[in-house]
């Protein structure tokens, strides 16, 4: 019955049904094939979206939305150019500082691609280019996933159970997220060099580093008020995300004074659609996740891989490059949804860290964000930019290794990712 029901799924898809419609009606027919009363698919679709914690996904969703229209990418490429001054690639590097700022605040990669590729790209190719230009913040734009806040994180947390929490998954990003960023910081000045790029910007002053930092503190709390909260358990997340939504309606009204009445019909439509679809798609799993259930999926492919190997870091292995074909091919969040309650319980089985296992998990498919022929974030940038996809992808391959680099260096070291939330008592 699993078989049939991942088949007419993934049938479905190929043919063009929206991801969330495919599981729906996977869903059904697996019901029918089972011989289960399609009367109980209502109840589980209910049960499984009347969740308090669910609300802080349009919550964050509006938040990055809200501090978009306040006019907050101007304020962070100041900040960012205030710090890198006059060196080479240094426009470049600002990119990337301005994609780690906006990640912190944001959560979500599609918007931080939006915004960066609007605001920035113009600026960048009259030094650079339009390819690499396009691939700077395409790469910038995956932090938005990876330091949190991370929509992508709580959609885990949620299909995990209580063996994840937020807040310590949320920490677990911390460290690669910062490693990341360097690592793209570093990558943007050897192209730069290797390809004579101009040196650009201002020389690096005091006064300025100083005036931009106080124009920017009340922005900046946004996300330590919000991530400390959820983190140091003021609060809990959905908590933090309506906190969110306050204080950037607070920051746009009257810190930067752009955010208009007439903007928030825009913010609430927008996290209405993306939210729909994340709802959607969590309300038609919940039925496929009772039929692979029934059917002892979990149990069936946890003694696959058993007989395949004993080793966590090989068991991570095979994780991997599943996650790397699958996220070639299917959107992030319906393979969240679809993946996480499968090989999460399997994973506590062999002994791995469920934050680390977690935060593995969710970088594999962050970095199926970039990949062709599913990659969103490339139909993003290309969208807005007008680069051709084929152009967008060479320039994006360096982006690309340096983050399967940083996967393969958590998977081997699985303190990179442990060690904060363990220090803080995850």
């Known amino acids: 019955m699993s078989l049939s029901v991942i088949g007419i799924f993934l049938g479905l898809a190929a043919l063009g049904m929206p991801l969330a419609f495919s599981l729906g009606t996977s869903a059904l027919a697996g019901l029918l094939l089972a011989g289960f009363d399609i009367s109980i698919l209502p109840s589980r679709i209910m049960n499984a979206v009347n969740s308090f914690p669910l609300m802080s996904i349009p919550l964050f969703m509006v938040t990055g939305e809200l501090m978009l229209k306040a006019g907050i990418m101007d304020r962070l490429v100041d900040l960012a150019n205030a710090f890198i001054g006059r060196v080479r690639g240094g426009l470049a590097q600002v990119a990337i500082i301005s994609g780690a700022g906006l990640a912190s605040v944001s959560g979500a990669a599609v918007a931080d691609a939006s915004a960066l590729s609007s605001t920035l790209v113009p600026s960048l190719k009259k030094q650079y280019g339009l390819g690499f230009s396009a691939g700077i913040v395409a790469a910038a734009a995956n932090l938005g996933p990876i330091i949190p806040p991370s929509g992508a994180m709580i959609v885990y947390a949620f299909m995990a159970g209580s ?15 910062l490693i990341l960023f360097l690592a793209l910081m ?83 439509l927008t996290a209405a659609k ?98 062709p022929p599913v990659g969103v974030i490339l139909f993003v940038v290309c969208g807005i930019t007008k680069v051709e996809m084929g152009t967008l992808v060479r320039e994006s391959w360096p982006f690309i290794a340096a983050m399967y680099v940083l996967l393969f260096l958590c998977m081997v070291f699985p303190g990179i990712v442990t060690a904060l939330p363990n220090a803080m008592g995850y």
Request: glycine share 10%; net charge neutral.
């Open 274 to 371: 993306t939210t729909a679809v994340v709802g959607a798609m969590i309300a038609f799993a919940s039925t496929v996740t009772f039929l692979f259930t029934i059917d002892m999926l979990p149990f069936k492919i946890a003694g696959l891989m058993e007989g395949l190997t004993d080793s966590p870091f090989v068991f991570l292995c095979l994780i991997a490059v599943m996650l790397l074909i699958v996220g070639m091919f299917l959107e992030s969040n319906a393979a969240y949804i679809m993946l996480v309650p499968l090989f999460h319980p399997i994973a506590l089985q062999y002994g791995i860290d469920p934050l680390h296992f977690g935060f593995v998990f969710v970088l594999n498919l962050v970095i199926g964000m970039l990949t």
């Open 163 to 177: 063996s994840v929490s937020v807040g310590g998954l949320f920490m677990a990003g911390v460290v690669p997220g």
């Open 186 to 268: 570093g990558l943007c000045w050897l192209i730069a060099w290797k390809r004579d790029y101009p040196v650009s910007g201002q020389p690096v002053t005091l006064a300025n580093i100083l005036h931009q930092a106080r124009r920017n503190v009340l922005v900046f709390m946004l996300p330590v008020i919000v991530i400390g909260g959820i983190v140091f358990g003021a609060f809990t997340a959905t908590e933090g995300a309506a906190i969110g939504c306050c204080y950037a309606l607070f920051l746009g009204f009257f810190v930067t004074r752009k955010l208009k009445v007439r903007d928030l019909p825009d913010v609430l």
